[in-house]
Structures are given as structure tokens and as C-alpha cells.
């Protein structure tokens, strides 16, 4: 069974920073790319950024040059660096893992808010 733990969440305000934590427990044999997704209200869940087992990266175009994404392999644990957070930033930020034979699995999701 496939734990994600995440982590990091809170306010902040305008122009500040964040770090988001995701830590996968369980069955990790198979683990492949590892990603961020964020859902706003009345808004579909979008991706963030993504990185795979072997470090390439991709970024939401909203993102760029804002947020990074980096990886622990021998921890299974995956990072988001959040800089010059802007208030439409703010949403809950859940943490998807991908393993062999597409198997998905979702953190529970942690808020973040950024005030003005």
C-alpha cells in the first residue's frame, strides 16, 4: 500500500515563500515520476510541475521561473520551492506519484493561500 504524506502548507503573503514536501511510504519498487497538482475553487485540479525518476522537469507555464521542483530518490520524497507567491497561486496543492502500469496514486492535498 502507497502512503503520500505532504507537508509545507500555510498563508503567505505576496511576494513570499513556501515549501512543499511530499513523502511516499509503502510499495516504492516501481515508483516513477513525481508531480504537483493544484486545484483552486471552482477550478480544475492542473498540474504544477513534474519531475521523473531521473530528474527531468516540467513546468506549468504559469510557474516558470517562480517555482522549483526537486527530488530525494533514496527518500521518495519530493520538493516544491515556491517563490514570489501572487494571490492567484492560491489552492490546495496535492502530490501525485506515478508507478509502473500506470498506476496513480494522490496525497490527501494541503492548503495554500496567499494574501494580497
Known amino acids: 500500500q502507497v502512503q503520500l504524506v505532504e507537508s509545507g502548507g500555510g498563508l503567505v503573503q505576496a511576494g513570499g515563500s513556501l515549501r512543499l514536501s511530499c513523502a511516499a511510504s509503502?510499495?516504492?519498487?516501481?515508483?516513477?515520476?513525481m508531480g504537483w497538482y493544484r486545484q483552486a475553487p471552482g477550478k480544475q485540479r492542473e498540474l504544477v510541475a513534474l519531475?521523473?525518476?531521473?530528474?527531468?522537469?516540467v513546468y506549468a507555464d504559469s510557474i516558470k521561473g517562480r517555482f522549483t521542483i526537486s527530488r530525494d530518490n533514496a527518500k521518495n520524497t519530493v520538493y516544491l520551492q515556491m517563490n514570489s507567491l501572487k494571490p492567484e497561486d492560491t489552492a490546495v496543492y496535492y502530490c501525485?506519484?506515478?508507478?509502473?502500469?500506470?498506476?496513480?496514486?494522490w496525497g490527501q492535498g494541503t492548503q495554500v493561500t496567499v494574501s494580497s
Open positions: 509503502g510499495s516504492t519498487f516501481s515508483l516513477n515520476a
Open positions: 501525485k506519484a506515478e508507478y509502473a502500469f500506470n498506476r496513480d496514486y
Open positions: 519531475i521523473t525518476k531521473g530528474g527531468t522537469t
